[in-house]
C-alpha cells in the first residue's frame, strides 16, 4: 500500500481505480474504503483520500484522470494552470482532446481540435494542458481584444511566449469554432516586433497607445545616475528629457513612499527631466495627446 500512498501523494491525493489495483486492491476494497469514509469518489474511476483538502487543481486531474490521457486542461482551465488570471474565470473545467474526443462530465466543458501541433501541450504540476501559445489561440473566441492582449501580455511578462512565436502560430492556423482570428490579428496589430509589455498591465497599455497612435518610442526602465542614486524610468526620451511614469494606484501606502518619489522626482526636474505622469483611468487618446504636447515643447 505504500505504493499507492506515494502515488497519490504526486496526484493531489487522488488515487485511479487502475493504480489501486495494480497496488493489490479489489473493487471491492475500494469500495468499502469508500463507504467507510476512507475515500470519496470524485469521478468514474478516481477517488480522493479523506483529510486532504479538495482544491481546484485537485479537480482538474480528477477529471483528466476519469478520462483518460487522450485529454488535457485547456482554455480558462489552462490559463489558470499556466499562472494566469482572467477578468471573469469560467466555473467549469474545460478540457481539450483531438477531433474524436468526446467529453461528457458533469461541470467540463470539453473541446475537440483537429490542429494540434508537436508543442501545443504542456505539463504544469503534473497535469497535461495546452501550451502558452495555444492556450492564447484557445482563448480568442471568449475574450475581448483589450483582455486577450492583457492575456498575450502577462505570458510575454513571464517569458512563457514570445510575440514571434505567435504570430508565426497565427499565420498557420485556419478559423475554428470558437477562435476569432480577427481578434488575434488585432492583439498583435500593437504589438509590432520589438514590443515589450513592461512589468504591469499598466506599461503595457502605455506602450500601445504609443505604438498606435504614431509616438516616437521610448526607451523602457531607462537608467539614470544622479547625485549617487541610479533611478530606473519607465520609459524616457533620453534625447529630448522627457520621462514617462505610469501610477497604477494613485495613492502611496506609506509616507516615506511619498517622500522618496517627490525627492527622486525634484532630482531629475533640477536635472533639466520633464516628467509626465499616466494613470490607469487614462484613455489612450489622453496618454498619447499629453505624450505628444510635451515631446512637441521639449
Not at 483529510?51 to 486531474?61: E, K, M, N
Not at 520609459?235 to 502611496?252: K, M
Request: hydrophobic share 40%; proline share 4%.
Amino acid at each position: 500500500m505504500g505504493d499507492l500512498n506515494e502515488w497519490a501523494e504526486r496526484r493531489d491525493a487522488l488515487i485511479q481505480l487502475a493504480a489501486a489495483r495494480d497496488a493489490g486492491l479489489t473493487d471491492a476494497q475500494v469500495w468499502r474504503r469508500s463507504n467507510n469514509d476512507l475515500y470519496r469518489r470524485m469521478r468514474r474511476g478516481v477517488y480522493a483520500i479523506n483529510g486532504a483538502a479538495p482544491t481546484w487543481r485537485q479537480a482538474v486531474r480528477a477529471v483528466l484522470l476519469a478520462h483518460g490521457s487522450d485529454v488535457f486542461a485547456s482554455n480558462d482551465s489552462a490559463v489558470r494552470l499556466l499562472g494566469g488570471s482572467l477578468r471573469q474565470p469560467s466555473e467549469r473545467i474545460h478540457v481539450c482532446g483531438d477531433i474524436d474526443s468526446r467529453v461528457r462530465l458533469d461541470g467540463v466543458v470539453g473541446h475537440r481540435s483537429r490542429t494540434l501541433e508537436p508543442h501545443d501541450v504542456t505539463e504544469r504540476f503534473g497535469i497535461a494542458c495546452t501550451s502558452p501559445v495555444r492556450t492564447v489561440l484557445d482563448m480568442s473566441g471568449s475574450l475581448s481584444v483589450e483582455e486577450h492582449g492583457e492575456l498575450v501580455d502577462d505570458f510575454q511578462r513571464r517569458r512563457l511566449l514570445r510575440l514571434e512565436e505567435l504570430r508565426a502560430r497565427i499565420d498557420r492556423t485556419l478559423p475554428a469554432p470558437g477562435r476569432s482570428m480577427k481578434k488575434l490579428r488585432a492583439v498583435l496589430a500593437v504589438r509590432i516586433p520589438g514590443y515589450d509589455p513592461g512589468e504591469s498591465a499598466l506599461e503595457g497599455k502605455i506602450m500601445r497607445a504609443l505604438t498606435q497612435h504614431g509616438l516616437p518610442l521610448p526607451a523602457q526602465q531607462h537608467r539614470v545616475n544622479l547625485c549617487g542614486s541610479r533611478y530606473r524610468l519607465d520609459f524616457a526620451w533620453p534625447t529630448q528629457r522627457v520621462y514617462l511614469e505610469g501610477n497604477g494606484f494613485g495613492w502611496h501606502q506609506l509616507s516615506t513612499d511619498l517622500d522618496s518619489d517627490a525627492r527622486r522626482q525634484n532630482r531629475l526636474v533640477i536635472d533639466g527631466w520633464r516628467p509626465i505622469e499616466i494613470t490607469w483611468h487614462m484613455s489612450g487618446e489622453e496618454i498619447a495627446a499629453t505624450v505628444r504636447a510635451v515631446l512637441g515643447d521639449a
